[in-house]
């Protein structure tokens, strides 16, 4: 009897149908328990994780691998970077990339399977980043965005179009934790033309606030002629600047925490409380009128010449340039008209600050004593009318009292230069009383 031939072409081709469909399956993706024949004790190691990569996760070694032979050699579909934007956007697409990126490869931070960090990086964000950039947190004073951690939270690790990698440009990338110093008016130029970092160190720094110098020397390395002169503000040669000025922004110019007069009435009692006269100098809230804030070569930082000497020899105009800044000069030289301080037609401005004209004993007309504005006027204040003194005093030693008495057309002075004596605008009188 003949046996049926299809039978054993039947037994022939089921185990190579079986064979095909295997190879067609490793051919579309190469499955994990294929792998897990020789990688068994990694990919459990691998597998338990807290971070997989999706593909590694899905049981699909074919996304990036080959098969290989019995050489053991790893091939993967793609060599290098070009493996990985098959799924990844090109960082240089962003502009600059990160240098570890076009030495040494995506794998120098991640792991392409699996991992205890968050996307899948090789170390802690902080460790990962320090194996590299080692000397950013050297100093004692450490920015807090570097100690939590946060590198990404100002630099991309891929690529950026702005420099070191930052993920905004500064000020805008500082303002998004720092208050914007636009929002208080007027702002530091050094900010507007080099950035916060100009004076920051972005991630650590030997001083305080993250500063590269301390002031002064930092603030003096653009201000360098700020404390020139023989008198120097107390302000200043301690150092604190910041005292006076905001070192971002203020509505105040010159960058003042607090507007003048009031700023330098925190420290100067000038006016006094009790003055009810006010020189029309600090009325006008500008105490710089008359002094220089940081340094000068005059006696209580005054801008220009004022003899403060109760009886200095002579008289000229550049013993008071500070006064004639405002007052005109012809209130000394002039007539008598040309000050309200006069008895009758005697400019008595003229005979206490130029001195009196006296004969002698020979009949030869000579100049008195002359006197400093300040032996009568307080440049600040006073009780009485004119900025007129109280009481004179130096050192803390009373020297004498000025009582000013006003009347209808002039004065009534009680003084401890001399006795008391009135003057009449109107009629010639200058009378002792």
Not at 13 to 38: H, N, R, Y
Not at 175 to 194: K, M, N, T, Y
């Amino acid at each position: 009897m003949m046996k049926n031939p299809m039978r054993h072409i039947r037994y022939f081709f089921f185990p190579v149908l079986v064979l095909l469909a295997t190879t067609v399956m490793a051919s579309g993706a190469i499955a994990q328990e294929a792998c897990s024949k020789c990688h068994s004790e990694w990919m459990s190691t691998a597998q338990s994780r807290k971070v997989i990569h999706p593909p590694f996760g899905e049981e699909d070694c074919s996304v990036c691998h080959e098969e290989h032979g019995a050489d053991g050699r790893l091939v993967l579909v793609e060599k290098g970077e070009a493996l990985c934007l098959q799924c990844h956007d090109d960082p240089a697409e962003n502009g600059k990339v990160h240098p570890i990126i076009e030495a040494e490869g995506c794998l120098a931070c991640h792991d392409p399977h699996s991992s205890i960090n968050k996307n899948l990086l090789v170390e802690s964000p902080e460790n990962l980043c320090l194996g590299c950039h080692d000397d950013k947190l050297a100093g004692p004073v450490v920015h807090e965005a570097a100690t939590n951690g946060g590198c990404t939270d100002c630099h991309n690790p891929h690529s950026s179009k702005n420099d070191h990698l930052l993920v905004e440009k500064p000020p805008a990338l500082c303002a998004q934790c720092h208050d914007e110093p636009s929002l208080d008016g007027e702002v530091h130029p050094i900010i507007e033309d080099e950035g916060c970092m100009a004076c920051h160190n972005p991630h650590s720094a030997e001083k305080k606030a993250l500063l590269d110098e301390s002031p002064p020397d930092l603030c003096l390395e653009c201000h360098d002629g700020i404390a020139d002169g023989s008198y120097v503000h107390g302000a200043v040669s301690d150092g604190v600047c910041t005292d006076c000025h905001d070192p971002h922004a203020s509505k105040n110019r010159p960058l003042l925490v607090e507007a003048v007069p009031a700023l330098c009435e925190e420290c100067h009692d000038v006016p006094d409380s009790r003055d009810s006269v006010v020189h029309t100098a600090v009325a006008d809230g500008d105490c710089t009128d008359c002094h220089l804030p940081h340094a000068g070569n005059r006696p209580n930082l005054l801008k220009d010449e004022y003899s403060t000497k109760r009886y200095p020899k002579g008289y000229s105009e550049k013993m008071y340039t500070l006064c004639f800044d405002c007052h005109d000069a012809s209130l000394v030289t002039g007539k008598a008209e040309s000050t309200g301080f006069r008895d009758g037609n005697k400019n008595l401005h003229n005979v206490h600050v130029r001195g009196a004209l006296v004969p002698n004993n020979y009949g030869i007309v000579k100049r008195g004593k002359s006197r400093s504005c300040s032996m009568c006027h307080d440049p600040h204040g006073s009780t009485q009318d004119y900025n007129l003194i109280s009481n004179y005093s130096s050192n803390g030693v009373s020297i004498y009292s000025l009582n000013f008495t006003p009347l209808q057309d002039g004065g009534k002075c009680m003084v401890g230069c001399h006795k008391p004596r009135s003057y009449h605008r109107t009629t010639t009188t200058a009378v002792v009383h």
